[in-house]
């Protein structure tokens, strides 16, 4: 505790300038009255003034007492060292230039305690070389010591070896007023403790993280189990280039202040394999807390990530991401409960996979715009499975415009809106839509305008225009990470297992994993590309199209443009009158009246008036034909029968006992686990829902095993069924679809094979869409068509 408190005092005083002038002042200021002046070359080092603690080696100087030191000079081979224990030390840069061939250039031994200053107006380099082997970093700094960076001069940190300033454990490093540039082949800024930044400008490039705080836990002899592992930043201006993490805390991230320009493994159009490192922007292993600040990211991977918790109550967020914009693995919070609007965030996302992820998210408010190619808003977990009555999504307040190209707001639970003003498009092909949810949608109050699945309860009033789907029609799940709960043993109703065909195993490996396409962003610059083809609106609604709700007087209550297709219209405010009539207006022309209601827990269908040639025919009972129990699987869909043939050979199950959800996705490891029952193999047990299935997979040769929670694109499922089928010979002609040069190396063999027998057809009838993810119909599909080839 000691240390710690002595290291905030002296960065306190740094950021107040209330070091002794002897330590701040420019080079004239130095006498040896006020400190000792050190010099360096390449030969030696010579001191002079009033402290004596020191002690020197040639170029190597040892320092033993507390005192102010100022180094100045030029040595290519040279050190300075705090001795362990040693406090009340300043270090003074005054135009210092230092290598040190096979050690640190500046270290603090254990307990020490130090401030390091750049000189005003002076210009400084330390340095370790390549081939140093002694010590990890340019800068080191030893366990339970403190550093305080500070000063208005320039440092520059080369970490050539590895990493540029390095603490250990129980050490804290804080950064205040200076000029930092920090070049590191592996890790820029790292304490294991606490890493503190209250302000300067730092410039860091890194061949591992930036910035980062992670005690060394897995070390067999001597794990660190007392470090906290924590970031904390309140101001200064951080320009962070990383391969891996921008900012990483296995602790706490706190943000406070600071204005951030992030760029994590050259941004979000970088594909990634199985294997790549993490490269989030901000990343924290417990939780992650944004208060403030002026945050940009550009990352191959989580703009913001967090191992529990994510709470975003002010700042400006600009993210663009190959993965998720914000993702939580417990609670994602924005805004503050009972906040002013001048308080709340802003948090603009224009690219990503999901926009916002979390196992309950909920918004207080904020100014929020998504653009995502899945889901906008996601309430998932892979640690829970595809259904846990955790999930919510929890509206209360805020603007929330998003742009998804699959859901837009997708929980595997519930939703309640109390307030707030949401404006959500979908992809609306197939199942997926804008509102999407397998629970109980529960609206009492705010501004609502998408389509897809109703409210089914709540006290205020909506209306529906259009196709809209049944509660508990759309289950959705979390990427396809679920645990299984959408299959059971094989076996059919008199115990009788489907016949699998002849195996041939093989070594080949699945290719690499290639994100879907991601969006040109936000609500200026059009819609993401979503996994599915958009289906004809029967609205007329296109992208472009002006959609107006005006009440039964003609007066407008709300207008939009949308952003593609979209099957039904669902609008709520506290306009709204239940009982009251609402007509919807594409481009000026009514398309349908609706009658306002509210949300019921039985609601199945839409009061709506609809045009002619508007879908499904409903039948005497005034509800349409499906299959079995499941609302969402029609008997005239084209899934229809593989969904019968999936389920009654107990191959794949429903999400619910009224839904198949036949848009959402299928991860790798639920066909491996699918295909493992085919085969009459148990999948009972293990340590995770997927494992027996895996581990058949690897054995027979059929996948390696790789990426289980990934979603599987419609490739992967074709080059696990040719290896299935023991590679057989047989190619088809792909020249017909234009982005067949698309299908990766791996699969080209399966996909042909594939295609000419039926298994794989396209997307269209000019494109394969080969690495597009695919849904459990199309899975269900392509076994059927599978198993009616090989039995």
Not at 200 to 228: R, W
Not at 490 to 515: M, V
Request: hydrophobic letters at 35%.
């Amino acid at each position: 505790m000691k240390k710690k408190l002595l290291a905030a005092l002296l960065a306190s005083a740094l950021a107040a300038g209330m070091l002794p002038t002897s330590a701040c002042a420019a080079s004239s200021s130095y006498t040896t009255a006020t400190a000792t002046l050190v010099t360096l070359t390449d030969s030696s080092a010579t001191a002079k003034g009033k402290y004596t603690g020191y002690e020197i080696d040639g170029t190597d100087v040892s320092i033993t007492a507390a005192g102010t030191y100022v180094f100045s000079g030029d040595c290519d081979n040279g050190s300075i060292t705090v001795k362990k224990g040693v406090t009340g030390v300043t270090i003074v840069l005054n135009g210092l230039t230092l290598t040190n061939d096979d050690s640190a250039a500046i270290t603090l031994n254990k307990t020490a305690e130090a401030s390091l200053i750049a000189a005003a107006g002076t210009t400084n380099t330390v340095a370790d070389t390549e081939g140093s082997s002694d010590e990890n970093a340019a800068v080191k700094v030893k366990s339970g010591a403190a550093l305080a960076i500070g000063g208005t001069g320039a440092l520059t940190v080369d970490g050539n070896a590895k990493n540029g300033i390095k603490g250990a454990a129980d050490a804290v490093i804080t950064v205040a007023e200076v000029k930092l540039n920090i070049n590191a082949a592996d890790d820029g800024l790292s304490c294991d403790d606490e890493l503190n930044i209250t302000g300067g400008t730092l410039s860091i490039t890194a061949g591992g993280d930036a910035v980062k705080a992670s005690p060394d836990t897995g070390d067999t002899e001597n794990p660190d189990t007392t470090s906290l592992g924590n970031v904390t930043i309140s101001g200064g201006t951080l320009t962070l280039n990383a391969i891996e993490d921008g900012i990483q805390a296995d602790g706490d991230l706190t943000i406070s202040g600071g204005t951030f320009d992030v760029t994590a493994n050259g941004g979000h159009t970088t594909a990634l394999t199985d294997d790549s490192a993490s490269c989030k922007g901000f990343k924290a292993g417990k939780t992650l807390t944004v208060t403030g600040g002026t945050l940009t990211v550009d990352s191959a991977d989580d703009a913001l990530h967090a191992g529990t918790d994510v709470t975003i109550s002010g700042g400006t967020l600009t993210l663009a991401t190959g993965d998720d914009g914000v993702h939580a693995n417990n609670d994602l919070v924005i805004g503050t409960k009972g906040a002013s609007s001048t308080s709340t965030p802003r948090i603009n996302i224009t690219a990503s996979y999901e926009g916002l992820e979390g196992t309950t998210v909920t918004v207080y408010g904020g100014d929020i715009d998504v653009a995502a190619s899945d889901d906008g808003v996601n309430a998932a977990s892979s640690t829970l499975g595809e259904r846990s009555d955790k999930y919510a999504i929890n509206i209360a307040g805020g603007d929330l415009y998003i742009d998804a190209g699959s859901d837009g707001l997708d929980s595997n639970n519930d939703i309640s809106m109390t307030g707030g003003k949401v404006e959500v498009y979908g992809a609306d092909a197939l199942m997926d839509a804008a509102i999407d949810y397998d629970g109980t949608f529960t609206l009492s109050g705010g501004t609502l305008f998408g389509a897809g699945m109703e409210p089914s309860a709540g006290t205020q009033a909506y209306i529906a225009v259009g196709e809209t789907s049944p509660s508990g029609g759309m289950g959705g799940g979390p990427n396809g990470q679920g645990g299984g709960q959408g299959m059971t043993p094989p076996g059919d109703a008199n115990g009788n297992r489907p016949t699998p065909p002849n195996f041939s195993g093989n070594t080949s490996t699945d290719g690499t994993f290639t994100p879907p396409t991601k969006p040109s962003g936000g609500k200026a610059n059009g819609k993401p590309s979503g996994n599915l083809p958009n289906r004809e609106s029967a609205l007329g609604i296109k992208e472009g199209s002006v959609i107006t709700v005006q009440d039964s007087s003609g007066k407008t209550l709300c207008t939009a443009t949308a952003l593609g297709s979209m099957s039904s219209v669902i609008f709520s405010s506290a306009d709204i009158k239940e009982g009251e009539t609402y007509t919807v207006l594409v481009d000026g022309t009514s398309v349908g009246t609706a009658e306002a209601k509210l949300g019921t827990a039985d609601s199945s269908s839409s009061m709506s008036t609809f045009k002619p040639g508007q879908g499904g025919q409903p039948n005497q009972n005034g509800s349409q034909a499906t299959v079995g129990s499941f609302k969402d699987v029609p008997q005239n869909s084209w899934f229809a029968s593989a969904v019968q043939y999936v389920t009654s050979n107990s191959l794949m199950n429903g999400t619910s006992t009224t839904a198949f959800s036949p848009s959402a996705t299928m991860s790798r490891g639920m066909l491996m686990t699918v295909l493992a029952r085919y085969a009459g193999e148990s999948t009972e047990g293990g340590t995770v829902w997927y494992e027996k299935g895996m581990n058949w997979a690897k054995n027979k040769g059929i996948s390696d095993g790789s990426a289980p929670n990934r979603n599987i694109t419609r490739e992967q499922l074709a080059a696990m069924l040719y290896r299935y089928a023991g590679e057989p010979d047989g190619a088809a002609d792909l020249s017909a679809y234009a982005d067949a040069g698309s299908v990766s190396a791996y699969a080209e063999k399966a996909v042909q094979w594939c295609v000419k027998n039926g298994i794989l057809t396209g997307k269209t009838s000019s494109t394969l869409a080969p690495k597009a993810t695919a849904t459990r119909a199309e899975c269900a599909a392509m076994l059927q068509r599978f198993a009616s080839l090989t039995t």
